[in-house]
């Protein structure tokens, strides 16, 4: 059963970084490299810097016997340190030392996965500094829709999510496990949408509508994930709500530069000055 996720965050600034700078008394200090982690149910993305993002799949290990992530969280630990330790070395061998890592984190993760999650990227990056934003937060910043009141629906590859976002701070949310891979196993468009529909109605309708639901419905739903690719979706998804539904430019990898900037941000903080 979906809940409320509680507000969560501050707005980001999400202007660029710089590799060093002086400090008050004239000495030098460099920062650390940003980095952005997305560890999806379907792939694992990562972004350098202003570097183009590296991607592996997951959800096709093993013909799913023996997956990485499953519906938002790491089931494999060692399994998901490896892949992401052979997709760094394969593109980017150069990797910073002591970076600042900026993670997606699904709505209503539990303290056991992000604990999970924070050891994984321990031993594959050794961070300075590691940080959690949530997946919906990270994607209406990586839309550029994260000023204002907004609602955001992220369908991935195994679980949705839908919050109420006002200037980039999640004010209440709901997730669900259905995402487009169950598509394939016998789930439905139809059944997608309607589920993503019902969601959208207990955060914006009745007793239980979360604050600032009536603005962000008038500017409609911004679509981002897997299923912001699907037409069909995002038709039968305004059909049902009788909300405009609007895809995100580069949906499936929305929530990865909105972390980017936020790890740009972060890295440039004085607060992660050592």
């Known amino acids: 059963m979906p809940v409320t996720q509680a507000p969560t965050g501050r707005p980001l600034d999400t ?4 590799s060093a700078y002086r400090t008050t008394n004239g000495t030098s200090t460099t920062r650390p490299s940003p980095i952005a982690v997305d560890l999806g149910s379907g792939q694992l993305r990562i972004r350098l810097g202003g570097h183009e993002p590296i991607t592996t ?7 799913r ?14 399994g ?6 052979q997709l760094v070395r394969q593109h980017q061998p150069g990797m910073p030392a002591r970076p600042l890592v900026v ?28 940080l959690f934003i949530d997946t919906v937060r990270a994607a209406a910043i990586g839309a550029g829709a994260g000023a204002g ?13 839908v919050a109420v976002l ?10 669900v496990n259905l995402g487009t891979c169950d598509l394939a196993d016998g789930a439905t468009v139809g059944v997608l949408a309607d589920r993503l529909a019902r969601l959208v109605r207990e ?34 998804l305004a059909a049902t709500t009788g909300i405009p539904v609007h895809r995100a430019a580069g949906p499936r990898t929305a929530a990865l530069t909105g972390a980017s900037l936020a790890a740009a941000a972060a890295a440039r903080h004085p607060a992660v000055d050592n």
Request: proline share 5%; charged share 25%; aromatic share 2%.
């Open 166 to 175: 006002r200037d980039s701070q999640v004010i209440a949310g709901r997730r």
């Open 80 to 85: 998901c340190t490896t892949a992401l330790t």
């Open 149 to 161: 009141t907004l609602l955001v629906a992220d369908v991935g590859a195994q679980i949705t999510e």
């Open 203 to 236: 955060l914006t309708q009745g007793t239980g509508a979360a604050p600032a639901a009536v603005t962000a419905l008038a500017r409609g739903i911004v679509l981002v994930g897997d299923g912001a690719t699907r037409p069909d979706l995002r038709d039968r």
């Open 65 to 78: 016997r023996y997956p990485l992530v499953r519906r938002g969280r790491i089931i494999d630990g060692p």
């Open 15 to 18: 202007a660029g970084t710089v």
């Open 103 to 130: 993670v997606c984190r699904p709505l209503l993760t539990t303290a056991a996965d992000q604990d999970t999650t924070r050891r994984v990227l321990d031993a594959v990056f050794a961070p300075t500094r590691l």
């Open 57 to 63: 799949l997951v959800a096709d290990r093993s013909a």
